[in-house]
């Protein structure tokens, strides 16, 4: 068996350094291209990511991480666990990551504790496992016809199982990872990886009782290529012995997020993640090496500690930046540069202890009146029906706004002519709204481009850059703020657009503004001071346009924090525990200055909310909405004891599909049976941005027509 390369990453980014991949994707779907040329974008999109790993010097080329829509889709297809409903569509692969007219998708959530989204896999009794390699040999051979031989990458099979709850078909799953393993060695390849981040997160005796299995089961395997076991986003801890344990040659440690393993590692080949894959920071030599020092294994390569999916591509592409500013900036391209270096410098050790840093007092969650107050209250200043429908906020971002938004920034258009066509942009949304009959509205966002880069552009203490983006899920992405500095607000700045929308209308229209765990969670942040203390200071910005808000007579204030559930540490649960009390205490902070009649609400979505629910009850919010549609009104088993206003969707809006009114009144049924009717809004799963009029009014008809049916109903 070769030895591992010294240098390698753990994935790369795969949307194409100019968005080529979204670009042929919505093509595909809008029936514009072939599904020919969505592949040709897809192998010049590889090529292209292989050519420059290897000039900048990298030795361990990886592959099978480029994907059209997510990698754990991909690895479902790769073991034949495609739910038979889906088999019969044109294309099953997006049939299952979007739907069709006629077949709701898989549901959707974030990849551990990050801002990317996969598909979550569907395994029933009927699910017959059947390996189809097709995707990973076809990579390998395409490379290798290019003059690169690379290392397939694969979702775990322990980690492919815990993410789809069927741990208890590990032993079929493994037939089909030992076939696979020997297509690979048939095929030449030298070594493979297989993803296992979920071992970070304290696993179970099950689940290490299921890494032994697995492994020893695998490393058994006659003629297979080295098996390299990747983890990330934390500690190992008691999973790293089990592993070492066991026949696997190399073994991937994050030791940003992560300390230096005190497991001797002695005949195994460590794969040291130096250089960090969720940060745009440069890194310290002198710490990375330190680190690598530290290690005690028979062979130690120099790799990223996570896939570097998770940042923009390259810093070069980013001129307009303050130079000080970019001197500091690590984005993938940078990333690899810094690998290689590492790996050709010698090691030593031991780590320098890190910069003391003060801390803050304990928390003090800053409150309101008792919701009971607030809300007799807001029900007389509101006067709202039963069931009262509302949107979450953004509404489609048209092509013609996009475009005038391109050309304020190419300077073809004056700020005046574009601030008239935004306004008549919210007039048209707040039209709509009233032709459908929805009770609270929105004005439908159309001068943000992000429901945090728009923030951050008006805040002190952040950049943006014109071309980091990185991938949300599918052909979504965003360009994360880069928050260097202390935050201020120099001013208000939803104030005037909130004004202008309620001048429209005499229905309230809800003033929109992004919570301070999303905005920090969503952007890169400094790394010289504690987390705590960059939410705080946001916090206290967000409580300043609150009050605006306020004055200016907007009575429903919505603060959103659909990144609350991602922030949340993998491991331990005191951890879990110290970070729920300050976040919570954060966003009460940032609401904390709002009177009794004024409503605040706040919105999750696609991050497993139910884990949390007791803290999001404790963001003491008048009216929480949050995703249900997609995931099959799941959060309703848990929603009991909650005592404050939901709002569950009854519409799933990442998927094309619209949902028929009786669609929708089963789902409204579901919920007035888990909650008090009083208590109960009607609502999307998420934002409207990524959908076209003619989807938006078709679903929201529906919601209403279901909503109406089920309020004469409830008071006939």
């Not at 080529?20 to 897809?42: F, I, M, Q, T």
């Not at 109960?680 to 679903?699: F, I, S």
Request: proline fraction near 7%; aromatic fraction near 6%.
């Amino acid at each position: 068996m070769s030895p591992f390369p010294k240098s390698t990453v753990l994935g790369y980014p795969r949307i194409g350094p100019r968005r080529e991949l979204k670009r042929a994707l919505e093509s595909y779907w809008d029936g514009r291209s072939s599904r020919a040329e969505l592949d040709r974008v897809g192998a010049g999109i590889r090529g292209e990511t292989w050519r420059s790993l290897a000039e900048l010097g990298l030795e361990g080329l990886p592959s099978n991480t480029f994907s059209l829509y997510d990698q754990v889709l991909d690895t479902a297809v790769l073991l034949g666990a495609v739910p038979e409903r889906y088999r019969a569509a044109e294309d099953p692969y997006f049939a299952m990551a979007r739907g069709t007219e006629g077949l709701a998708p898989l549901r959707m959530t974030k990849w551990f504790d990050t801002n990317y989204h996969y598909i979550v896999p569907e395994i029933g009794p009927d699910t017959v496992f059947k390996l189809d390699a097709g995707k990973p040999l076809g990579e390998v051979r395409e490379a290798r016809a290019l003059g690169y031989e690379t290392r397939p990458v694969i979702v775990g099979p322990v980690t492919f199982l815990l993410l789809a709850g069927a741990l208890e078909r590990l032993d079929e799953v493994l037939g089909c990872y030992e076939e696979l393993l020997g297509a690979l060695a048939a095929e030449g390849v030298a070594w493979v990886q297989l993803d296992e981040p979920a071992l970070v997160a304290d696993p179970t005796p099950e689940e290490l009782a299921a890494v032994r299995t697995a492994y020893e089961r695998l490393g058994a395997a006659r003629g297979r290529p080295g098996l390299f076991v990747a983890s990330y986003f934390g500690d190992l801890g008691e999973a790293l012995p089990v592993l070492a344990a066991t026949p696997v040659e190399a073994i991937g440690v994050d030791l940003v997020r992560g300390g230096v393993p005190v497991v001797d590692l002695t005949g195994k080949t460590v794969v040291a993640g130096v250089v960090s894959g969720r940060d745009v920071w440069r890194t310290s030599a002198e710490r990375a090496l330190a680190a690598l020092g530290s290690v005690r294994a028979s062979r130690v390569t120099v790799s990223t500690s996570c896939s570097l999916l998770h940042v923009p591509y390259d810093v070069a592409a980013e001129p307009e930046l303050d130079p000080a500013l970019r001197s500091r900036l690590a984005f993938a391209e940078q990333k690899v540069a810094e690998v290689v270096t590492l790996a050709a410098a010698e090691f030593h050790g031991p780590a320098p202890a890190g910069p003391s840093v003060a801390l803050a007092g304990p928390v003090v969650a800053e409150g309101r009146s008792p919701y009971a107050v607030r809300a007799a209250a807001q029900a007389e200043h509101l006067r709202l029906p039963p069931l009262p429908i509302t949107t979450i906020g953004s509404f489609p971002q048209t092509g013609e706004l996009r475009a005038a938004r391109a050309a304020v920034t190419a300077g073809t258009l004056t700020q005046e002519e574009y601030e008239r066509r935004v306004e008549a942009e919210m007039e048209h949304a707040i039209r709509v709204q009233e032709r459908l009959g929805l009770d609270v509205l929105v004005h439908g966002e159309p001068e943000r481009n992000d429901m945090v880069q728009y923030f951050a552009e008006h805040l002190d203490g952040f950049a943006v850059t014109r071309n980091g983006w990185v991938q949300s899920y599918g052909s979504r992405c965003t360009r994360p703020p880069i928050l260097h500095g202390d935050v201020g607000r120099p001013e208000p700045i939803t104030v005037r657009w909130a004004t202008y929308a309620q001048s429209l209308t005499d229905k309230p229209v809800k003033g929109m503004l992004t919570g301070p765990v999303t905005i920090v969670a969503w952007s890169f942040v400094r790394d010289d001071l504690p987390l705590r203390e960059v939410v705080f200071q946001v916090a206290d910005a967000v409580r300043e346009e609150v009050r605006d808000l306020e004055a200016v007579g907007v009575s429903i204030i919505q603060v959103d924090e659909p990144a609350l559930r991602e922030l949340l540490p993998l491991a331990p649960l005191a951890a879990q525990e110290e970070y729920l009390e300050w976040a919570v205490a954060a966003y009460r902070r940032a609401t904390s200055g709002a009177g009794d009649r004024t409503q605040i609400h706040t919105h999750l979505c696609y991050s497993d909310a139910g884990q949390i629910l007791t803290a999001i009850d404790g963001l003491d919010a008048d009216v929480t909405t949050i995703e249900s549609a997609r995931s099959g009104a799941r959060i309703l088993g848990a929603v009991e004891s909650f005592g404050r206003g939901l709002g569950p969707g009854v519409y799933d809006i990442h998927s094309p599909r619209v949902p028929g009114a009786e669609e929708v009144e089963e789902l409204l049924r579901r919920t007035v049976r888990a909650l008090p009717v009083e208590r109960v809004w009607v609502n999307p799963d998420c934002g409207l941005k990524t959908r076209t009029y003619e989807q938006v009014e078709a679903a929201l008809a529906n919601v209403v027509t279901a909503t109406r049916r089920l309020r004469a109903e409830l008071h006939a």
